[in-house]
């Protein structure tokens, strides 16, 4: 299974072709599954470019981007980033009205157990999101309902091309001492690609996009999501 991530926590002036209005997403998301991508993550956006968990926001995130994509999952992120406080964050869920399918919970952060009940309030799926060199996992674990997730979100957040993989294989050694929950394995920036390799050669479920990495294989500037959708699955078909 190949996720696309189409824009994360970034900006336009990092990316001068992220998407970011309703529109833009839904324009991305349906290149990237003609590309061959089977799940989409978002992050919704305010007027100002920012990640927003207001309803206004999410509501015509999710509602453009599922329009074009009919019948694919879509998610979006829930980081402390978009407001420090859980409580807020759980209310912001709480106010929805377009529910996406699965939202990602990251498990290092303060108030994460109150945000996924909240979503599992609503009928939302949880991508529970363990980062390597974090106390996620212990975190997750302790949660009554961890086996309610969707999936783990297993992220390497070593970008070192060398080491990334090593931290990969040892992030994956924890999660299956913890959990019996199907895994998603991703890594970002200069290790994106390595971690992807490692995905696919472990038969696990991966992700590609914007959000992890803004260059192809060979180092050259993505042109947009669906490219590095295509570079993912050329990945992926070799290690079939």
Same mark, same amino acid.
């Given at each position: 299974?190949?996720?696309?991530?189409?824009?994360?926590?970034?900006?336009?002036?990092?990316?001068?072709?992220?998407?970011?209005?309703?529109?833009?997403?839904?324009?991305? #998301?349906?290149?990237? %599954?003609?590309?061959?991508?089977?799940?989409?993550?978002?992050?919704?956006?305010?007027?100002?470019?920012?990640?927003?968990?207001?309803?206004?926001?999410?509501?015509?995130?999710?509602? $453009?981007?599922?329009?074009?994509?009919? &019948?694919?999952? %879509?998610?979006?992120?829930?980081?402390?980033?978009?407001?420090?406080?859980?409580?807020?964050? =759980? #209310?912001?869920?709480?106010? @929805?009205? %377009?529910?996406?399918?699965?939202?990602?919970?990251? @498990?290092?952060?303060?108030?994460?157990?109150?945000?996924?009940?909240?979503?599992?309030?609503? &009928?939302?799926?949880?991508?529970? &999101?363990?980062?390597?060199?974090?106390?996620?996992? =212990?975190?997750?674990?302790?949660?009554?309902?961890?086996?309610? $997730?969707?999936?783990?979100?297993?992220?390497? !957040?070593? %970008?070192?091309?060398?080491?990334?993989?090593?931290?990969?294989?040892?992030?994956?050694?924890?999660?299956?001492?913890?959990?019996?929950?199907?895994?998603?394995?991703?890594?970002?920036?200069?290790?994106?690609?390595?971690?992807?390799?490692? =995905?696919? #050669?472990?038969?696990?479920? !991966?992700?590609?996009?914007?959000?992890?990495?803004?260059?192809?294989?060979?180092?050259?500037?993505?042109?947009?999501?669906?490219?590095?959708?295509?570079?993912?699955?050329?990945?992926?078909?070799?290690?079939?």
């Amino acid at each position: 299974m190949v996720q696309v991530c189409l824009n994360g926590a970034r900006s336009r002036s990092e990316c001068a072709h992220l998407p970011v209005t309703p529109r833009e997403l839904a324009e991305a #998301a349906a290149r990237a %599954v003609a590309a061959g991508a089977v799940d989409i993550h978002l992050h919704p956006k305010d007027r100002d470019g920012r990640d927003s968990l207001e309803a206004e926001h999410v509501d015509a995130a999710v509602a $453009a981007v599922r329009a074009a994509v009919p &019948g694919i999952p %879509v998610g979006v992120t829930t980081g402390a980033w978009t407001a420090a406080d859980a409580r807020e964050r =759980a #209310a912001h869920v709480q106010s @929805w009205t %377009v529910l996406p399918d699965h939202a990602s919970v990251n @498990w290092h952060e303060e108030g994460a157990a109150q945000v996924a009940d909240a979503l599992l309030a609503r &009928g939302i799926g949880i991508e529970a &999101g363990i980062y390597s060199g974090a106390d996620g996992l =212990a975190r997750f674990s302790a949660w009554p309902r961890a086996d309610r $997730a969707l999936r783990v979100l297993a992220e390497v !957040t070593d %970008v070192h091309p060398r080491t990334a993989p090593g931290t990969a294989e040892a992030l994956l050694e924890e999660l299956a001492a913890a959990t019996a929950l199907p895994i998603l394995l991703h890594g970002e920036d200069g290790a994106a690609w390595h971690v992807l390799r490692l =995905a696919a #050669a472990r038969g696990l479920a !991966t992700r590609i996009g914007l959000e992890d990495t803004l260059f192809l294989p060979d180092g050259s500037a993505a042109a947009d999501n669906a490219v590095l959708v295509l570079a993912a699955r050329q990945i992926i078909g070799r290690s079939e």
